[in-house]
């Protein structure tokens, strides 16, 4: 049961809308079921001899006597609304159901509590089966305006407890920092333009992937605009900074041909632009990360700091943990654009269905994540990965987003606990799709016997306690293939098997050889490396690459971005 209270300034709009056809048809019968006196409140949809406007008007004088008599000076923001609606699937409540339902929810938000006779005047509609709206004015008989500090959140507590009662599917608890769900209006929208997701919805995804991508507040702003999405900005009075912003679809216009604007804030909360301040600089960072010309580093890079940020998730500085949660939020979109092939899809659904993970009520410590932020933005101007640096990274991020879970889990954060779990499944459906084919190359291109045998007795030598376990694994022949690259490389096996080991918690792994394989795969070429400090101090280092324009990693990874054209 999904309650979702807002507030506005128009009584008469609300109430006209509750009792008349609907947007899309769906406004049968409509009715109260319950209201602050039932004997009191006219019904338009139980006088049928009356015309619609004369019962709506009348209805709203009786719902909005309380501000009428404060001779004209309504108080802002005084219509209270409440839409509550059942789960798909659900059972259907009855009229008498669904008006405990409303009695419940304003006596448990403050706006009539249960024998408070000064209690604001309230009513609640039913107009479809699985839904009521309950509308209030916000203003008491005795002219006091009602207790409703965390309305959304007593709303919530109490249809988790009205689900236990009801037999009604139970939902996870949230803690208000879910992004606004999209409107009956623009769902329908949507579908009339045989679109899957609605505007708000584009813009949000759009949003979150240009700001895990670029570098500052600036290159933010360019970027949508050069993806065609319209910029407005709010500037402070005195002081002439940006205080907010708004951003429009393309062609998303209303019936005056304007643009619809949704404010950062009401995408998602980690998108007004306090919150991207604490993540995007003003200017450029000077020291941030500059590649040389190998273009395995940015994946190695990325790699490490993943690995690393599993000790965020283990030690008890919840600042901390989150500031990595929404680092590998951003990492995850730069992940999904810079890696190529079929497995994409996946990667790109893992990325937004970690969005809810991102977010809890523990502020976070961004300065904590700085490290795996900015490597991570580094994949969206890296060229295609060589080697298969890109499947251990994806290996990683599956092993990121369990201990995500977890850790969410351990703190009844339930909302984001489930998200990342669903996170999980889809990155390791995509490393499933990518490592399948990439495996059975490796295993096809083992080396000789002989060779073979001696990885064999490095693993007993490095890994006594695991040695059986590794190589009965399936996977032992593409890790000799692996082991070879690494020796290639300039790395000792028997040392690297011992420092990689060390790293992951192989115990509880189903396929050690696959853990060790990619872990090892991770490491940098020695050989080259060697030969990079030769010239530098020789003094032929080459130049570092130029930087990309802010836009081109972006722009590349979005599809059908005028689709609301």
């Known amino acids: 049961m999904v309650p979702d209270v807002s507030a506005g300034s128009d009584s008469r709009g609300l109430i006209a809308y509750l009792f008349g056809p609907g947007r899309r048809d769906e406004h049968t019968n409509p009715h109260i079921v319950a209201a602050w006196d039932m004997a009191g ?25 309380r501000t009428r008599e404060l001779d004209g000076k309504k108080p802002p923001q005084h219509v209270w609304h409440c839409p509550v609606r059942t789960a798909p699937g659900d059972r259907y409540l009855t009229d008498a159901e669904w008006a405990e339902v409303a009695r419940r929810v304003v006596h448990a938000t403050g706006i009539a509590p249960d024998g408070d006779e000064r209690a604001c005047r309230w009513i609640a509609v039913r107009h479809a089966d699985d839904h009521i709206h309950i509308m209030a004015t916000t203003v008491r008989a005795d002219g006091r305006r009602p207790r409703t500090h ?63 991508a670029v570098h500052t507040e600036a290159d933010y702003f360019t970027v949508l605009q050069s993806l065609g999405i319209k910029v407005k900005t709010r500037l402070g009075p005195e002081s002439g900074d940006v205080i907010g912003y708004s951003l429009a679809a393309p062609g998303d216009t209303n019936s005056a041909g304007e643009p619809i604007w949704y404010g950062g804030s009401k995408l998602a909360p980690d998108l007004s632009i306090n919150r991207l301040r604490e993540r995007l600089p003003h200017q450029e960072v ?32 919840d600042a901390t943990a989150q500031a990595h949660l929404a680092a590998f939020g951003d990492a995850l979109y730069n992940i999904a654009s810079a890696t190529p092939g079929p497995h994409r899809a996946e990667l790109r659904a893992a990325a937004s269905t970690f969005n809810r993970a991102r977010r809890s009520a523990t502020r976070a410590d961004h300065q904590a994540a700085t490290a795996l932020r ?103 022949t593409a890790m000799t293939t692996t082991l070879a690259h690494a020796e290639t490389a300039g790395h000792n096996p028997r040392r690297l098997l011992a420092e990689a080991g060390a790293q992951w918690e192989l115990d509880s792994a189903e396929h050690p050889a696959e853990v060790l394989a990619w872990r090892i795969t991770a490491q940098p070429n020695r050989r080259t490396q060697a030969a990079h400090s030769r010239s530098i101090i020789s003094g032929t280092s080459p130049m570092p690459p130029a930087p990309h324009p802010p836009a081109a990693p972006v722009a590349m990874s979005f599809e059908g971005r005028s689709r609301h054209r």
């Open 286 to 317: 000077a020291d941030r990360p500059r590649f040389a010309a190998d273009p395995a580093e940015p994946w190695q890079h990325t790699i490490t700091a993943i690995q690393t940020a599993h000790t965020a998730f283990d030690s008890d500085d």
């Open 374 to 476: 900015q490597v991570a933005k580094e994949l969206a101007y890296a060229s295609n990965e060589p080697g298969g640096l890109a499947i251990a990274l994806l290996f990683a991020t599956v092993h990121l987003a369990r201990a995500a879970a977890k850790w969410h889990e351990q703190r009844g954060h339930e909302q984001q606990a489930a998200a990342a779990e669903k996170a999980f499944r889809h990155l390791q459906a995509g490393y499933q799709q990518a490592a399948a084919p990439v495996l059975a190359d490796l295993a096809r291109r083992a080396p000789q016997a002989a060779t073979a045998s001696r990885y064999e007795q490095d693993v007993r030598a490095a890994l006594p306690d695991h040695a059986d376990r590794i190589l009965a694994d399936p996977t032992w």
């Open 41 to 65: 409140a006219p019904d338009p949809g139980r006088d049928p001899a009356a015309t619609y406007s004369q019962l709506a008007k009348r209805l709203d004088h009786h719902v909005d006597l």
């Open 150 to 212: 965390q309305d959304g959140r007593r709303a919530q507590a109490e249809c988790r407890r009205i689900e236990a009662e009801f037999g009604l599917r139970r939902l996870k608890s949230g803690d208000l920092t879910a992004p606004r769900t999209p409107t009956g209006a623009e769902r329908a929208k949507a579908e009339r333009q045989g679109q899957t997701i609605t505007a708000r919805q584009w813009l949000r995804e759009r949003a979150y992937t240009v700001a895990a």
